[in-house]
């Protein structure tokens, strides 16, 4: 079966750097994706890590450590647009078929 | 270049009734998933559609089906409604193939509440 577990809430300030941990156990690892997910509306993609290290993307950075089951998301510079859920999520096949964590509700306060 | 589009945006349904949620993909895609999310939960995996067949099925009772047309737009199908049906039905395409086999494109959902 599969299992991810992250924090289900976080606060930080605006300007300030948060990082979301998400950990897993599932069989057929084929890449781990964070989405984020505005209330109300539909999840939007992240960043996808398939290899271990560090995957930055602008403000964004993903890590993933595989024989650890381990990623984080790291935010910087943070907004108040950030506000949001964070979800990690796992392929365990080729077929685009995600499992998802609970998410993250992440809070940035002025 | 519309995106993943999803109709209706809410209903209410009462307990036994059937429901069927549609869902056009991202011009380009050819694969249609379909996921439930509770409120407060994160996604979870329905089916897959692709080449107008089922090719992967979470864990869902059969009172969910599906079916995918030849221009690959799709439909969820749930019978029986029961109270915990109630959730966002979220679409999300993909193109089969694409090497970034994560980048799902999710539609705006379509809430259902069952009374």
């Known amino acids: 079966g599969q299992n991810i577990d992250q924090p289900t809430e976080m606060t930080a300030t605006e300007g300030a750097i948060v990082q979301i941990n998400c950990t897993y156990q599932t069989s057929g690892f084929n890449g781990l994706f964070w989405y984020q997910q505005h209330a109300g509306e539909a999840p939007t993609f992240l960043s996808y890590?398939?290899?271990?290290g560090l995957e930055e993307k602008g403000r964004f950075s993903s890590f993933l450590s595989r024989s650890k089951g381990y990623s984080y998301l790291l935010l910087k510079e943070l907004q108040m647009k950030d506000s949001a859920s964070y979800l990690c999520a796992v392929s365990h096949n080729a077929g685009n078929m995600l499992t998802f964590g609970g998410g993250t509700r992440l809070m940035v306060k002025p | 270049d519309a995106g993943v589009t999803q109709s209706p945006t809410h209903l209410i349904k009462t307990r036994g009734q059937q429901v069927t949620l549609r869902c056009s993909p991202k011009?380009?895609?050819?694969?249609v998933s379909w996921y439930q999310q509770a409120l407060g939960q994160g996604p979870q995996f329905i089916f897959q559609?692709?080449?107008?067949?089922?090719?992967q099925r979470g864990n869902f009772p059969d009172r969910f089906s599906g079916h995918q047309f030849p221009n690959y737009s799709s439909e969820l199908n749930v019978n029986a409604l029961w109270l915990g049906d109630s959730a966002l039905y979220l679409c999300a395409s993909s193109r089969t193939g694409d090497p970034n086999t994560g980048e799902l494109f999710f539609g705006e959902g379509s809430r259902l509440t069952v009374l």
């Open positions: 011009s380009g895609h050819d694969t």
């Open positions: 890590n398939v290899l271990d």
């Open positions: 559609y692709y080449e107008e067949e089922e090719r």
